[in-house]
């Protein structure tokens, strides 16, 4: 979870109502804010469709503790909030709705809640919270730099936003095509990012504006330039994605070659023109650079590695340790098909801890993994993405795991005869 000041973000939204400029910083801090989790996706598209927030960032800014819940209460009282507020269609329930989850994420604690009344409305927020995230989590959406939101399931196939120098287009079979119009004009356009980003058990591929193509996994997120200009060419990703890179031989009249980088949790991927995949989920204990074909140079503060193809880069994921122990870069050779098998419909493990496994199962079939006893051991087997839950649940057990489905959880019990 990102750890960005309730004011920072309250400013920021209200600048974007009102349309007011915003600097690289602020956009990149609002856009990191909206993609680590969909709730505040939701948020921020609530806040968007609606002008009458001003007056309530007002009051969170002013921190009237006593004003905020008198004029959120009005408004839930005004609409007869009940636990199936957000599933009604009309603005005023909406609002009111948002209103709620608004107040109960960017405030916090402040609420104090004493009264019968109270313990109410605080316990609809909760369930109006969660069906919020639940709706979000199965949409892939792009974010564009104005602050609007595309669902790619629901939309249309053809051009769907212009941004800056790009149309944007989508397919028939649903890959995001940026078409950059000028080569010569991105220089003299601002620079603006957009963001695409996956549920649980969804993948997408986008053609980004220099001819690059990516494949994105589930529970993931690229943030990204509409054009590519200056001198480099900067993505950042959340989560794993599986990258072919245009070679750029630069704007016309210039020689140089315009590199391409990948910014994934403080490990940075430099190429020029490559076939390679970067595993960078928060939840993992390392993050993997699996190269196919070219060469990248793979940085983790000081430490430095060129990796050739066949080669995969493993660098620590702890965000909890010091500097220096996050810098190694550890290099092995054998583990591509592996790495790569998520982008050809299946799941590939050698010789993998149980608990990897479970997670990668998680985020390819949306299910949450809730562990009664902690499992042991290792997997080795092939799974493809089509095969039914039921019948992955089958083959863990097979391998010794005591798993039972519950609903949409997967819960694992202790081994049998233990």
């Known amino acids: 979870m990102l750890k960005i000041q309730n004011d920072t973000i309250v400013k920021l939204l209200r600048k974007v109502i009102r349309k007011e400029a915003i600097t690289k910083e602020e956009q990149k801090t609002l856009d990191d804010w909206r993609t680590d989790s969909a709730h505040h996706q939701n948020i921020f598209d609530d806040v968007m469709k609606e002008a009458r927030w001003e007056n309530d960032l007002k009051l969170l800014l002013a921190r009237d503790e006593k004003a905020i819940w008198n004029n959120i209460l009005s408004k839930t009282r005004e609409s007869h909030v009940t636990a199936k507020v957000v599933e009604s269609k009309t603005s005023r329930y909406n609002y009111a709705a948002a209103a709620v989850l608004l107040g109960a994420v960017l405030i916090g604690s402040i609420f104090y809640l004493r009264s019968g009344s109270h313990k109410e409305i605080a316990e609809t927020t909760v369930s109006a919270e969660k069906k919020s995230v639940g709706r979000d989590e199965e949409r892939a959406y792009l974010a564009l730099s104005d602050g609007s939101t595309i669902y790619l399931n629901a939309a249309k196939n053809g051009e769907l936003a212009r941004e800056g120098n790009s149309r944007i287009n989508k397919l028939k079979d649903g890959e995001l095509v ?118 990248v140079r793979v940085s983790n503060g000081a430490n430095v590695c060129l990796l050739k193809p066949g080669q995969q ?47 990668q199962i998680s985020r390819s079939y949306k299910v949450n993994i809730v562990y009664k006893s902690q499992p042991h051991g290792s997997f080795s087997g092939i799974i493809s993405l089509k095969t039914p839950i039921q019948e992955v649940i089958e083959v863990l057990k097979l391998s010794g795991v005591n798993v039972v489905l519950d609903g949409n959880n997967l819960v694992i019990h202790e081994p049998t005869g233990a």
């Not at 001819?211 to 996994?217: C, I, K, P, T, Y």
């Not at 592996?338 to 419909?345: Q, V």
């Open 178 to 295: 940026y078409d950059a119009a000028n080569p010569a004009l991105p220089d003299q356009l601002p620079l603006t990012f957009n963001i695409l980003s996956t549920p649980r058990a969804t993948q997408y591929k986008i053609t980004l504006p220099d001819g690059s193509r990516v494949w994105l996994n589930a529970a993931s997120s690229l943030r990204f330039p509409s054009s590519f200009n200056g001198e480099e060419r900067v993505v950042e990703l959340k989560g794993e994605a599986y990258f072919e890179i245009a070679p750029s031989s630069g704007r016309p009249g210039r020689q140089n070659r315009i590199p391409f980088s990948v910014k994934a949790n403080g490990m940075s991927v430099d190429v020029l023109g490559t076939h390679f995949n970067v595993m960078a989920y928060r939840e993992e204990s390392e993050m993997k650079t699996s190269l196919l074909q070219g060469s």
């Open 313 to 359: 880069a493993q660098v620590v994921n702890d965000l909890s340790l010091p500097v220096r122990p996050r810098r190694t870069i550890q290099v092995v050779t054998g583990r591509n098909d592996e790495a790569i098998a998520w982008k050809n419909g299946f799941l590939r493990f050698k010789k993998a801890d149980i608990s990897t496994v479970l997670r």
